[in-house]
DNA sequence: GTCTATACACTGATAGAC
DNA sequence: GTCTATCAGTGTATAGAC
């Protein structure tokens, strides 16, 4: 029954995802995952034996599922302007799909930091690869043939991210608070960010 | 015995403000809390009957520490770049005050949006008060007399508040990612950012 | 692999003495 | 107001039948 193995494996990972980042991993239940994936809780301790196993599985999934492809954008061989376009271009698709993915990682890394080092053996490692490094090479580059003012890449990686995630995992209080709990007008807020974010962060650093 | 209560009331609040910011509000243990403030699990239901009702009074204190004075500074007398200044400062200062309280709140309020409704009703009302859309009035006047280039005042403020908290905010990430895991490396960073997000801001609205 | 039943520990909350 | 003792409920995890 390999067949019913997997598919029992997608549900129970699949609902995890779901309760996880709903509840967070103090506050997720092993039953309401095994009722959300259509089985016995018991199932759920013979596939990962713990919740700590499981919750590992569940946030490495979400933590993967965002930095290997898009941060490679970085070292690609276009300019700055176009590497912030396609980068938030990128990022901002990515989080409409899984929105509920980098609040849910941000917070359980703030009440767990030693998840990163598990995060990071299985992921690319970013450090290594001297990544930041070589953008800001490129960064400066450009600095220096008068194309952008003076900045660094640390600074401009930082905002850029900030610009794209802050609005989506600071929903509730966006939503309430700027557009007073309208629904519609916080959701075409989000549409016309694609654009806003790329337009601020290249008005902002391009040479006048 | 007014001055032992007075104390003990204080040491409890303190205690589930650490606690709660700690570890979340359903990680968060009634036996940790009582530890941290020296008392007995006992007392603490005796000051408030429930977890629920003590978590409240917590994140009241958060939110009303952050709300109410800072975003006021968008309905004085000033010039839009002086409020930008003014508000990048003073929000910068609270943060690295209380750097716990954002995604703690914002956290708690993706898990439990309903909360909000209470937060609104012990704290000043935003929307009512047209402070946005004062704004905004005032932003599109510079606008139009060639100050500032087009924007609007949501994703203006959205910016601002979103460059400033989510350095803070995805600390581990940050911190881990970007800076290697060296802490004084974040931490100079934190020094130059309220310099950095001001020039950075402005820059990008500044007409050329 | 999947289920039912259950063990065992922990947590929030209360009773009652001082 | 503050403590000790304790209860009822819930949570993770396992045993054992099929």
Request: net charge neutral; with cysteine.
């Amino acid at each position: 029954m390999v067949d019913n193995q997997e598919k029992t494996e997608e549900k129970i990972l699949k609902a995890a995802e779901e309760v996880f980042q709903k509840k967070g991993m103090t506050g997720a239940r092993m039953q309401e995952i095994a009722d959300t994936a259509g089985i016995n809780k018991a199932l759920l301790h013979y596939y990962y034996r713990t919740k700590d196993k499981l919750f590992e599985k569940v946030i490495n999934m979400a933590f993967s599922k965002f930095f290997p492809r898009v941060i490679n954008i970085m070292g690609s061989g276009i300019s700055v302007f176009e590497k912030i376009e396609v980068f938030v271009s990128n990022y901002l698709d990515l989080i409409a799909k899984h929105p509920f993915i980098p609040g849910f990682v941000i917070n359980e890394l703030n009440r767990n930091p030693q998840i990163l080092i598990s995060l990071f053996e299985k992921n690319i490692r970013l450090k290594e690869e001297g990544l930041i490094d070589k953008f800001n090479i490129q960064l400066q580059e450009e600095v220096e043939q008068g194309i952008i003012k003076p900045i660094d890449a640390r600074n401009l990686m930082v905002n850029i991210v900030g610009l794209c995630i802050f609005p989506i995992v600071a929903k509730p209080i966006v939503q309430g608070v700027i557009f007073g709990n309208d629904k519609k007008q916080y959701n075409d807020f989000l549409k016309q960010r694609k654009e806003h974010v790329i337009d601020f962060v290249i008005s902002s650093i391009k040479m006048d």
